[in-house]
């Protein structure tokens, strides 16, 4: 991946501009940088934007442990491993199906607020359940699939809600910073785990909780 990265990167400085002369824009890099501190200051575009990041830093924790959760804690034969993950993953396009007809009878952020309450009280039994030792691996696949496939509904309607609280001219821009916090917040929950024993399935579980919960509240400060 790093090699790939790499590669990439220096195709940078080859491949040729296809947009025409007359529709490049003229400003320097650093204005582009600037209108991200514009961004920053909208109070409903930051919150739906911190509403999907911290929901993908759950998700991204859930992603990191639930290996060693499954396979080193629990036991699971690592041969079934993808199977219980693949699970989480049709919830996943059942609910982005489902999501197509449901933009149509109700507003973005009542569909957030509803769908991250659902992802906070499913997460909050993940951890009552792991706390206590109850029901064993179930007690994580059956909560978890409930908050993973939440993703479905959580991710296309905050980004679509914070993108139209943005100028047509910032869209672009205000995707690319989205985007960036969305699929960069791994590193958070990675290097929370890291600092734990990753085998353990309530430290998943807190890190999860924590970050769901704040999914719901910067979905619901938007009321």
């Known amino acids: 991946m790093a090699a790939a ?5 220096i195709l940078i400085f080859f491949l040729p501009e296809t947009l025409p002369h007359e529709k490049r824009s003229k400003e320097p890099m ?20 911190l509403s ?4 993908y830093i759950a998700g991204y924790a859930f992603i990191t442990g639930s290996s060693f959760v499954y396979i080193d804690y629990f036991g699971i034969p690592s041969k079934y491993y993808g199977f219980l993950f693949g699970v989480n993953i049709l919830g996943v ?3 982005s199906f489902l999501n197509k007809s449901l933009v149509n009878k109700f507003s973005l952020n009542s569909l957030l607020i509803t769908s ?10 993940l951890l009552a359940l792991t706390f206590f030792g109850i029901a064993g691996v179930w007690g994580v696949i ?3 699939f409930f908050v993973f496939s939440m993703n479905g509904v959580i991710a296309s ?10 100028s047509q001219e910032m869209k672009g821009r205000a995707n690319a910073f989205i985007g960036s916090l969305q699929y960069g917040s791994g590193i958070v929950s990675s290097a929370m785990l890291a600092l734990f024993t990753t085998t353990m399935p ?3 579980s807190a890190i999860i909780f924590v970050f769901i919960f704040l999914c719901w509240l910067a979905a619901y400060l938007n009321k």
């Open 202 to 204: 309530l430290i998943m």
């Open 30 to 49: 650093i204005n582009s940088f600037k209108s991200y501190f514009v961004l920053i200051k909208d109070a409903k575009f930051i919150k739906y934007t």
């Open 142 to 144: 059956i909560p978890m």
């Open 5 to 9: 990265s790499a590669f990439l990167f």
């Open 157 to 166: 309607c905050s980004n679509a809600a914070a993108l139209n609280q943005v």
């Open 116 to 125: 991250s309450t659902v992802a906070f009280v499913a997460a909050a039994l």
């Open 52 to 55: 999907v990041t911290f929901f």
């Open 93 to 95: 396009a059942a609910l």
